[in-house]
């Protein structure tokens, strides 16, 4: 049985006109989106551009959309009851070519929330202590979140990203961290996140985050 896969193709240097090329990959149990992408590479069109590294849903470079819904390509099974599928880059991330991404947006707003302990305190800390933070220390910057994002995200650059905001978290719940972040928190609109959207990124999040705990948190 073969699926038909419709590619998402882009080169942001020459500009060229968005497209989507066909292939028919043959379906075989178990096999994730990765194993698509690289059987296309390998043996159909060796210019298609996308990233990947561990292949065990760790590195976290591997970000697309599947159908319009964002997943880890090395993870996520293909279901063999949709007989077209739609491969596509992350979304509300600038494309640089085909399934590759530009992560300057996401560097640029790490700069604002500094993601990592600085004006660091001596403090004892104890498991409980530690299980505070446990939940965000579980991101590997994956994107996912970013690209299932609503529109709230569009209509200012003033807001932080989901992903921003779980590494906040992570620092404010480590008693080491000595950096206040709250001038960052109350720039970032942080009040326009409710605890529905958080509900939905936890869903979208590969590593079941709890997005709208973290939102809970900085609200508080």
Known sequence: MKIKFLVYRYNSLKKDKLRYDSFNVRYSKGMTVLDVILFIYKNLDSTLAFRYECRQGICGTCGI????????SCSTQI???????????????????DLIVSLKPVLKRYLQIKPYLTKIQKKLITKNTADLSKPFRKCIECGCCIAGSPEILKKSAKYLD????????????DPRDGLKRNSVLIKS????YSQEIGKELSKICPREIPIDKAIQLLKS
């Open 162 to 173: 989901p992903m921003s905001l779980v590494k906040i978290a992570r620092y404010i719940t």
């Open 79 to 97: 279901n063999p009851d949709i007989k077209v599928q739609k491969i596509e880059p992350l979304a509300n991330f600038p494309v640089e070519k």
């Open 189 to 192: 609109k942080i009040k326009g």
């Open 65 to 72: 959309m599947l159908n319009s819904h964002p997943v880890l």
